[in-house]
């Protein structure tokens, strides 16, 4: 089995293979084996759900995302995990920086060379066997030439510090009763990174993770 066979399955759901890692023998998640991280860009993943799912009922991307993910995983003989089990999480941007070329932006998001901020992990696939997966190519980070860093003063309600976000302030802000900008087109630290524009989450895909995220707090 090979890392295009599982892109393929996930194709026509919108998900795409975000990297692979192959697991050390000694690997507390299994060992010898391989993960694959399966995740979101661009607007194929929204389309697929938003047109085929009731995004009116509870945790609906997530409900989707299982039932999505499950099938594929029994079909390859794959373990699935998910970014929203937990607490404890399963530490999916630690894995994230070990199978494709992204580093922590100063918002804490993963920035992506070509998509910047505007991805996102869906699942895991863990293998008891070695998957043939690309090699990853070692990128500098995006952040390491911006000098001004606009992510870190776009906020209008000065939530992000470097390492640190505050999400009262921000949920606070969300919560005002007149709709904000950020509700609207999400968040505008997010906006203000100058890579990846070209994939920005179009408005109603934003508004909803927005929503989601507020009656979550
Ligand atoms: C708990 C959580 C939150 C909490 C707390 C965040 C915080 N202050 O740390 C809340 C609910 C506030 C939150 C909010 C959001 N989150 Co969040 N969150 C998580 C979750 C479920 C667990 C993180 C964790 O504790 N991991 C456990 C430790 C052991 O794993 P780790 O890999 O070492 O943890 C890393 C993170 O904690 C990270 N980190 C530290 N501070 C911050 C701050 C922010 C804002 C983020 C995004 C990450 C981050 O650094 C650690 C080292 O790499 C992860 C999914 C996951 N399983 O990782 C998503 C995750 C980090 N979130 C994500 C996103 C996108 C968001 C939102 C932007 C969602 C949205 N609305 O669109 C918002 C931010 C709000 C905004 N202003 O837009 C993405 C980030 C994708 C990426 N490109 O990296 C993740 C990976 C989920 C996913 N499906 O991809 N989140
Ligand atoms: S604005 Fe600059 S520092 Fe902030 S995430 Fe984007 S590239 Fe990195
Ligand atoms: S969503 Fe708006 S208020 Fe919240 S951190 Fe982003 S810019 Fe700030």
New binding site residues.
Partial sequence: MTYKDISDVLHPHGLICQGAIALASDDPIKPGGSLVMV?NARPQMWQAFAGSFDISQQDPMDTWTRRVVDPIASAFKAQAL????????????????RAEP?S??P??????PIDG?W????AALIFNLRVDMPTIEKILSPCESCIDKPCLTA?PVE??RP???N?PA?VDHLNTIAPTE?GLR??L??HACPVGQNYV?EPKH?QF??E??VS??
């Fill in positions: 995740g998910f970014p929203f089990d937990g607490p404890p999480y399963h530490p999916f941007q630690q894995w994230a920086q992204v922590p932006s918002i804490g998001a993963l920035i992506h901020l991805h996102a992990y869906r906020c939530a992000f390492n640190y976000y999400v921000c950020c999400g968040c630290a997010r989450y934003a993770h927005m989601k995220f979550s707090q």
